[in-house]
Antibody, heavy 123, light 107 residues
Framework: EVQLLESGGGLVQPGGSLRLSCAASGFTFSSYAMSWVRQAPGKGLEWVSAVSGSGVSTYYADSVKGRFTISRDNSKNTLYLQMNSLRAEDTAVYYC????????????????WGQGTLVTVSS | EIVMTQSPATLSVSPGERATLSCRASQSVSSNLAWYQQKPGQAPRLLIYGASTRATGIPARFSGSGSGTEFTLTISSLQSEDFAVYYCQQYNNWPLAFGGGTKVEIK
């Protein structure tokens, strides 16, 4: 069974940093691209970032470009999201999700999703 | 950047009735469209990809159609467990984009 378990969320002040992790199991991690998707309280879904199976290719939403960095450690079956210069509008539940291919030649659909980790940016 | 627009925002339906949800893309996404279901407090679940292919384990009452810029998710006979929020997502172009969601509520 594929499982994705996010961690690292919490309360952080504006301008602060946080690193999210997503531990994956039940599939060959390096064979799939992975993504982060967030959901602000009471709002819809917003794609944040994607990384290819090899970790070489990455994509970012304009709203986080230059502030967030996606990465992965295939030896540890773990996906990361380093978030710097955090703003109040980054407050959301952050989900990691498994893409359906290894590459990012084009985008992917997501299946499955983790249960999410809440990030709150507030003073 | 492609903008995805879903309508209606809220759909009130009685159990056993058909629900039809719409999703429109601001430019063609071919058939590169997925649908997700999200229940309160839960992560989204993939229902449909490739505009019309049901994901593993998804009941046949869920069907997707469309291509280009106009897409439809149909739930043929609503069950109690189907009352939820539904999102479409295009994966034809970067950045990936979701629609704003349609909440299907009990009438």
């Amino acid at each position: 069974e594929v499982q994705l378990l996010e961690s690292g969320g919490g309360l952080v002040q504006p301008g602060g940093s946080l690193r999210l992790s997503c531990a994956a199991s039940g599939f060959t991690f390096s064979s799939y691209a992975m993504s982060w998707v967030r959901q602000a309280p009471g709002k819809g879904l917003e794609w944040v970032s994607a990384v290819s199976g090899s970790g070489v290719s990455t994509y970012y939403a304009d709203s986080v470009k230059g502030r967030f960095t996606i990465s992965r450690d295939n030896s540890k079956n773990t996906l990361y999201l380093q978030m710097n210069s955090l703003r109040a509008e980054d407050t959301a539940v952050y989900y990691c999700a498994k893409d359906h291919t290894a590459t990012l030649v084009m985008g992917n659909w997501f299946d499955p999703w983790g249960q999410g980790t809440l990030v709150t940016v507030s003073s | 950047e492609i903008v995805m627009t879903q309508s209606p925002a809220t759909l009130s339906v009685s159990p056993g009735e058909r629900a039809t949800l719409s999703c429109r893309a601001s430019q063609s996404v071919s058939s590169n469209l997925a649908w997700y279901q999200q229940k309160p407090g839960q992560a989204p679940r993939l229902l449909i990809y490739g505009a019309s292919t049901r994901a593993t384990g998804i009941p046949a009452r869920f069907s997707g159609s469309g291509s280009g810029t106009e897409f439809t998710l149909t739930i043929s006979s609503l069950q109690s467990e189907d009352f939820a929020v539904y999102y479409c997502q295009q994966y034809n172009n970067w950045p990936l984009a979701f629609g704003g969601g349609t909440k299907v509520e009990i009438k």
